[in-house]
């Protein structure tokens, strides 16, 4: 997607090359800015429809309840008005006050305080992983990139295919019985705050396949970097082989991973619906998947707006970050 | 191209191969290590933690901590210690033990109650629990606008159905007279035989479950309990008040429906039933009398469940639905609130205020937050949980736990069974059911799951002491064959097994809520209808808020899988399933003659012949095959040695006052603790 709309702008860009870059820029950040809104009201309708059309409610249990009882929590939480009425209300809430109202499931903790308690965690946990899997994939990658068909090459592919194909619910466990139920080093689950050994070994399952991502992706794009004519013309100039790679193949060699960990972040940010169901994180991902189960709707709104909210930003973040990186994109 | 240059690749990796060999070595022997350190007597760690804290897996985020609200058993276990009810459950047998009330009468026939409440107990910021503090909370817990889940247990309160339905009495406007149920009572016969049928199951369905018979049943042989004889005593034991639906538009189409009742209402006005009708008094500040519109001898045992657990007026008036946020909380447990960390875990502390603090003694109580089995079976075995919630030993790893001193094992009063949808063909036939019954080897499938026992009655094995449960067709596959052949679908032999021809497969399937021991019941039913009957039955499998609309609203062909768990320890718990037409009678089955029966039943002063008149009611709802029942669960769960005071009884409820950490090794528990010596 970014890279279509960046062909278009470059377009754009063509025609008027009078005006100035910034404010280029921030024309194209506003419009940006401005198609979220219908974005995330379509995807908000989705999501209600698709929540309506699921069989089940949020009162249902093993227990089944007199058709009295039924009435009167339908009368209580306003069920019992037509479906417009209902929709009308919630989009109402949301585009006035940006308020998704009351969990159905945990009573009387409103959406927006169960985000805004259950974001940081995630987002601890993410932006950690999103770090080291940068760190090491990076070096990794570039590592394999300067000698290509080495040993360590081969060996740091390796493990990054390893990566990449150990999906994390197998990683977590095996991590868990390695560092925790067999060397007792770090606690198999639950959350104690940052820092703390809690963090250890989300973190790990979390950043691995990424980790094994960006090292591919970074070996890719320093291997092609490597071979164009500005690095050779910085070569001939003299710099050392260290100047080379970090201030001009990195920058090039990065652009696949830019448009890769954008999104990625906004994923990991967000909460992982599996680590955190393994290591009983209260993120965003264990309530996602809980609020779903329990069709707890007013939460899964809420979520999904907040992620999607999150993903549009992270993409027009890409898209910036390209014309910082690539001397050649103008918006 | 340069890897072909190189020469030989094993050459070249030895050195890798030789670390990549050490470092498998390294891990797995040390993992076998571990493991041999296990095989021990117990589970993992047994150091006990250093406060006096019990640690405890509770599975599920609680929803609300507001007691009438949730229905769960994570959210039962925390009301447990953070709130009291007039009584509370002994932690071996669940019988009724004081907790607020000090004492009580109960009246010969077990529909009146009167409790004396100890005067010293308070609520955690200080207030004193009054009687009236109970009434509020009856009364809130059966309020329309509250909506509880769990209000139905409430319903043997004199009018508190009608309370809760927004139900009218009619009231003569000149003579200032409430009409009653026995006014109409004489209309009903006028009506014609027919329409007589109608009118009361239109009156009983809209007025009244199953479980509320009909009102004002007390004979004359019945003894009131002591205590004044008030104005509101008077109206309870007098002849009950005729309700009618509180929607205009339902209480005139039953009117139209009947013409008579029509002219014994004419002049009237209706008045709502409110919550100062419901049959609870505070005869004094610390008496509280409950009428009930029948005889329920469970009744005092029903009243430890959270739906009469107290919540503060005061408090819950203030902060509406905001009341128990960690900031705004009042509690009357032996426990208060702490801390609460959502989805992680939820702190409560001794209470110093608490009645009977001197014996409480935990100081704290950590409730964790974990939904998978593993999880929590990781966190017990390196010591960072000191007990699991029950049902938490995944199948799978029994062969290594079960072996353990620290497994605890008992029955369970929750059984698993097969609902079949009675009002479609060809289950509609009594043989065709009674026929895939006798086509399961029930025992045998016990032996697979290890730990649950074979049922063929309905209520679990072994739970009510002195009930002389009733059995129902046992393994018989040649009879089986024979009834389906009755029935018309003839069974015919075919190599080493058979087959049914004539069966219509396409109308029956057999559905389930996705989980693994629901996947392995399912597809041994279906072995075993295949092996014996030569009839397979396809499965479907699908999530749980999908499963639960199809089976309560019989939208379902042939089976659905059921389970049922106890709410109070009497047998009528599992029988009462059957004596409403909907609720959670997944079967359909509907038998006026069984509700009949235990109605009578509930009527009969003697405890035991109570029992016998139960135990044939059964019997007649085991012969008619509206279900399959197929076992009887077993508690499976996990606690350290050196927590004692917790008791692996059959409903999983745990007083947690009685808990406590023993630092003394040699008085630990080996083994499952008794639950009948003191």
Redesign the interface.
């Known amino acids: 997607m970014s890279v279509l709309l960046t062909d278009k702008l470059a377009q754009i860009r063509e025609d008027r090359h009078d005006l100035p870059v910034l404010q280029n820029m921030l024309r194209f950040i506003i419009r940006r800015l401005l198609i979220t809104i219908p974005t995330i009201l379509v995807v908000i309708t989705i999501t209600w429809g698709l929540i309506r059309l ?4 949020f ?11 039924e009435k ?2 339908r ?2 939480y306003g069920l019992d008005k037509p479906w417009y009425d209902q929709y009308g209300h919630t989009i109402w809430n949301i585009v006035r006050h940006f308020d998704f109202g ?1 969990s159905l ?5 409103s959406v927006n305080s ?1 985000i805004a ?2 974001l940081p965690v995630s987002a601890t946990v993410g932006i950690l992983a999103y770090l080291l899997a940068l760190i090491v994939g990076i070096i990794a990658g570039s590592i394999a990139a300067l000698k ?4 360590r090459d081969y ?1 740091s592919m390796a493990l990054a295919m390893l990566g990449i194909s150990i999906p994390n619910f197998v990683l977590g ?1 095996i991590l ?3 560092f ?5 080093w770090f ?5 104690n705050g940052f820092p703390s050994r809690n963090v250890v070994l989300p973190v790990l399952t979390l950043s691995g396949l990424y980790m094994a991502y960006i090292a591919r992706l970074t070996r890719a794009g320093m291997l092609e970097v490597l071979r164009s004519d500005y690095i050779r013309t910085a070569r001939a100039k003299g710099l050392s082989e260290m100047q080379v790679v970090i201030r001009h193949a990195l920058r090039g060699g990065l652009m696949p991973v830019v448009s890769y960990t954008g999104p990625a972040l906004a994923f990991l940010v967000t909460g992982t619906v599996v680590v955190e ?7 965003l991902g ?2 996602f998947i ?1 609020a779903s ?1 329990n ?1 707890d709707e007013p939460l899964i709104l809420g979520i999904v707006a907040f992620v999607a909210i999150t993903l549009l930003m992270m993409n027009l973040l890409v898209d910036v970050a390209y014309a910082y990186l690539d001397p050649r994109i103008r918006y | ?3 072909y240059q190189r020469g030989s690749i094993p050459g ?2 030895l050195k ?1 191969l030789i670390a990549a060999v050490a470092i498998a070595w390294f ?1 797995f022997g ?2 076998s290590c ?1 493991v041999t350190a296990t095989t021990g007597d117990f589970y993992g760690s047994t150091i006990p933690p250093k406060q006096n804290i019990l640690r405890y897996v509770n599975g ?2 609680p ?2 901590l ?1 007691p009438p ?1 949730s ?2 058993q994570p959210e039962a276990r925390i009301y447990m210690a953070l709130y009291q009810g007039l009584i509370d459950y002994d932690p071996r047998t669940l019988q009724a033990i004081p907790a607020l009330a000090e004492r009580w009468e109960i009246n010969n026939d077990s529909s009146e109650f009167v409790f004396h409440l100890r005067h010293n107990a308070v609520w955690s910021n200080r207030d004193p629990i009054t009687a009236h503090d109970f009434v509020y909370s009856v009364r809130r817990g059966v309020s ?6 769990n ?2 247990l409430a319903f043997y309160i004199n009018y508190a ?1 009608a309370y ?2 927004k139900a009218v009495f009619a009231k003569d406007s000149k003579t200032n007279q409430f009409v009653l149920e026995k006014d109409v009572a004489d209309t009903a016969p006028a009506a014609g035989s027919a329409a007589n049928e109608s009118t009361t199951t239109d009156i009983g369905s809209e007025y009244e ?1 199953g479980v509320v018979g009909p009102e004002s049943l007390q004979g004359p042989d019945v003894k009131a309990t002591g205590g004044p004889d008030t104005a509101f005593h008077q109206l309870m034991h007098s002849p009950a008040r005729l309700t009618l639906p509180g929607d205009e538009a339902a209480r005139n189409e039953l009117l139209a429906k009947t013409p008579k009742l029509q002219a014994v209402l004419a002049g009237t006005q209706f008045v709502p039933v409110s919550a100062e009708d419901v049959g609870v008094e505070a005869i004094d500040d610390y008496t509280v009398r409950i009428s009930l519109s029948q005889p329920a001898p469970y009744f005092l045992g029903l009243l430890g469940h959270q739906l009469f657990r107290l919540a503060p007026r005061s408090i819950v008036e203030k902060y509406g ?5 960690p900031e705004h909380i009042v509690t009357c447990g032996p426990f208060k609130m702490k801390a609460w ?5 939820l702190v409560v502390e001794r209470d110093p205020l608490y009645w009977d603090a001197a014996n409480v003694h935990l100081d704290e109580i950590h409730f ?5 089995n ?2 929590s079976l ?2 017990y ?2 010591g ?1 949980a000191d007990a699991v919630l029950n049902h938490a030993v995944p199948n799978a790893w029994l062969q290594v736990i079960r072996p353990k001193k620290d497994y605890m094992d008992g029955a369970e009063a929750s059984i698993a069974f097969i609902n079949i949808n009675v009002t479609k063909p060809p289950m509609n036939d009594i043989r065709v059911r009674r026929a895939f019954n006798m086509a399961i080897d029930k025992v045998s499938y016990a032996t697979s799951r290890l730990v649950t026992k074979p049922l063929t009655a309905f209520t679990p094995e072994g739970i009510f002491v002195g009930y002389p449960q009733p059995k129902g067709d046992s393994f018989d596959p040649e009879q089986a064959r024979k009834l389906l052949g009755e029935a018309g679908f003839p069974v015919t032999k075919q190599g080493n097994g058979f087959q049914c021809k004539g069966f219509p497969v396409g109308e029956v399937e057999y559905i389930f809520n996705t989980n693994s021991s629901n996947r392995a019941m399912a597809e041994y039913m279906q072995a075993q209808w295949k092996q014996n009957l030569g009839i397979t039955v396809p499965l479907r499998s699908m ?8 089976r ?1 609203k019989l939208e379902f062909k042939g089976f659905a899988v059921g ?2 768990s106890a709410d109070y320890m009497d047998p009528f718990t599992f029988l009462g399933l059957f004596s ?1 037409p ?5 079967s359909g089955w509907f038998d006026p003659k069984y509700v009949a029966m235990l109605n009578e039943a509930n009527l009969t002063l003697n405890p035991q012949k109570r029992y016998e008149l139960l135990a044939k009611a059964e019997k007649y709802m085991l012969d008619n095959q509206p279900v399959i029942p197929i076992e009887t669960f077993a508690v499976n769960w996990l606690k350290k040695p050196y927590v004692k005071g917790m008791y692996p009884n059959a409903a999983s409820l745990y007083p947690w006052k009685f808990v406590y950490i023993e630092r003394d090794s040699s008085k630990w528990d080996y083994g499952v603790p008794s639950l009948s010596d003191k």
Not at chain 1, 54 to 57: E, H, K, L, T, V
Not at chain 1, 105 to 109: I, P, V
Not at chain 1, 277 to 283: D, E, M, S, T, Y
Request: glycine share 6%.
């Open positions: 699921a069989p089940g409610n009162y249902i249990s093993e227990k089944a309840i007199p058709p009295a009882i009167n929590i009368l209580k009351t499931k945990y009573e009387g903790q169960i308690r259950s290509p068909n080495s040993k060996a466990p868990i019985l390695i925790s139920l067999t060397l007792y606690p198999p689950s639950r959350w169901r393994i290591f009983v994180l209260p993120g264990s309530y809980q189960l069709r | 191209m340069k890897a070249v990796y890798e891990v040390t993992i571990r599920d985020e929803g609300s507001d609200i229905t769960g329309p606008a509250l909506a509880s889940q209000s139905y159905e809760f339905r479950s639905d905001q009341w128990t946020q960390i959502p989805y992680s875990e964790f937050v974990s939904q998978d593993p999880t990781n966190l075995k390196v960072e999530e749980f808020k999908t499963f639960l609309p199809l309560n389970l049922w409403t909907d609720g959670s009678n997944g």
